[in-house]
């Protein structure tokens, strides 16, 4: 990245360069890693999770009010300031943690030359286009680490992270359980089913789970559909809802439903709720619902 502001004493190394090269959406700003010695500040939840990861607690974070909801774990450390929701980011109070750095993806673009105007500006992109989003996620973790100087606890990390899922992989072909279905209700007739590029089906895919859904979805990882299209999916499928429920009671009220009802899977009793997981989220988040979706499975072993 390069940046309008007088930032030409930022450099970037080569390796970083090729990096960026795939995950920065528009360069604005190259920065080597004894530049960043000042407070960060992120405004998306995987990329302030990536930091916890490495080592580093934001100065300030968007919808931190949310945190917990969303995101779950790992849990933000407190004296964290919340610069509000990312649609009405607080620009004052931005301002006033002085960053060293501003962290966003290319969801915040309209807003980047207002934070330009505050501080250097990484922008990395994990969901778009032509992408996975965990080998993504993946490559921005180095990319940030060697901004901040932190690539020795990226490689641990990420090396951490690998062991796990290698592990989950084992788990997985003791189990031999069968296709799943993974949702967010929207309403009581219609639901966004995962699939595609996202994290959640690149996690099924790199420890061996079988999608029920086979469509393609948008490059964040989902389709939405009514709730009928479930019953053209194979009926020994495990249906799993994730929380929080919208609206909350939504399975209450689907018990009315003759669809619903009628459904081989709900019949059998194959429907469960666990606790949320970012869909949208990076590798801390990947792991959370690898870890969270196997210990659910084996209770049925």
């Not at 960043?36 to 100065?59: C, E, M």
């Not at 089913?193 to 029920?212: D, H, P, S």
Request: charged share 20%; aromatic share 6%; glycine share 6%.
């Amino acid at each position: 990245m390069s940046s309008e502001r007088g930032l030409e004493n930022l450099t970037l190394s080569r390796r970083t360069l090729l990096a960026a090269a795939a995950l920065l959406a528009v360069p604005r700003v190259g920065m080597a890693a004894e530049t960043i010695s000042g407070p960060i500040v992120s405004l998306d939840y995987g990329l302030a999770s990536t930091l916890l990861a490495l080592g580093v607690t934001p100065a300030a974070i968007a919808s931190l009010a949310d945190w917990n909801t969303w995101v779950v774990e790992p849990k933000m450390p407190a004296g964290v300031i919340d610069l509000g929701t990312t649609s009405e980011i607080n620009l004052e109070v931005l301002a006033s943690v002085k960053p060293a750095l501003i962290l966003t993806t290319p969801y915040l673009a309209p807003l980047k030359p207002q934070l330009e105007a505050i501080s250097p500006v990484m922008e990395l992109t994990i969901y778009a286009e032509g992408g996975e989003a965990l080998q993504r996620s993946i490559a921005a973790t180095r990319l940030l680490a060697d901004a901040i100087g932190r690539r020795p606890q990226a490689e641990d990390f990420l090396a951490r992270s690998e062991r796990f899922f290698d592990d989950c992989a084992s788990r997985i072909k003791k189990l031999d359980p069968p296709p799943l279905a993974l949702i967010n209700f929207v309403d009581t007739r219609h639901a966004r089913i995962y699939c595609g590029a996202g994290l959640y089906q690149n996690v099924m895919t790199r420890i061996g789970l079988k999608n029920a859904w086979t469509g393609t979805g948008d490059y964040w990882g989902f389709e939405t559909i009514g709730l009928e299209q479930l019953a053209t999916l194979d009926q020994n499928l495990r249906l799993i809802a994730f929380e929080p429920l919208l609206p909350p009671n939504v399975l209450d009220t689907l018990q009315d439903s003759p669809l619903w009802t009628s459904l081989p899977f709900v019949r059998a009793g194959r429907v469960s709720v666990l606790p949320g997981t970012l869909m949208f989220g990076m590798v801390q988040e990947a792991e959370r619902f690898a870890r969270t979706l196997l210990d659910h499975l084996e209770k049925f072993a």
